[in-house]
């Protein structure tokens, strides 16, 4: 009886502690007087360092892959990991690809998901900034064994550019390397003439500062 009551209370103390919030922005994430006064929970939006705005039920597309030799998405891992605390990555990964990868391979390139969770706790101990933490779902299918993805720090991955949302900014040296990529798509037969014109004129647009 005494070992029920205890679980009890520690589970009280454990949702008492969550401390659930509509928004937070980078600025309140890392301004000392603001996180400070935060512990941890669930997030409904989140507007990111490069002014990307993020909310639950958001779709977003898989970018470029960082990992060694672009491999693998090295700022997204495998599986659903919301539940874990932030830490060293090796720590905590238990979810496994076809390949025996932890994180999510480079074959989903330009897969779209959604954002189904979203979570925020302190780096550490409270007198540290906050990471924002995502959960995606595949729009088609799941990530090979796994049904979801999980970024620990969004700020980073959208910094690397392997997530990319409508609201991200694009810059002339991103916009310059995807139009290569899609000048190679069009010659391979993979974008027709009409989508290859029309993403072209698009991105001139950025590149020219129109």
Known sequence: MKELIFALLTFVTIISNAQDLESLTYEQANN??????LK??????????????????DTIVLGEPTGENGSYYSSIVLG??????????????????????TYVPKKYKHQKATIVKMKY???????????????????????????????????????????IHRSTPMDREYAIKLLKESKEEFDLGILTEE????????????????
Do not use: C
Request: charged content about 35%; glycine content about 10%.
């Open 121 to 163: 706790e302190h780096n550490g101990s409270k007198k540290k900034p906050i990471i924002v933490r995502i959960a995606i779902d595949p729009v088609h299918g799941s990530f090979g064994m796994n049904k979801r993805a999980t970024s620990h720090n969004v700020d980073v991955t959208l910094e690397k550019r392997e997530i």
């Open 195 to 210: 989508e290859f014109n029309k993403r072209k004129e698009h991105l001139l647009k950025i590149i020219r500062g129109e």
């Open 32 to 37: 000392y007087d603001d996180f400070v006064k």
């Open 40 to 57: 941890k929970g669930k997030l409904k939006s989140y507007t990111a360092i490069d002014g990307t705005v993020l909310k639950i039920g």
């Open 80 to 101: 659903d990991q919301m539940s874990k605390s932030i830490g060293d990555f090796g720590g905590f990964i238990n979810d496994k690809s076809e390949d025996n990868s």
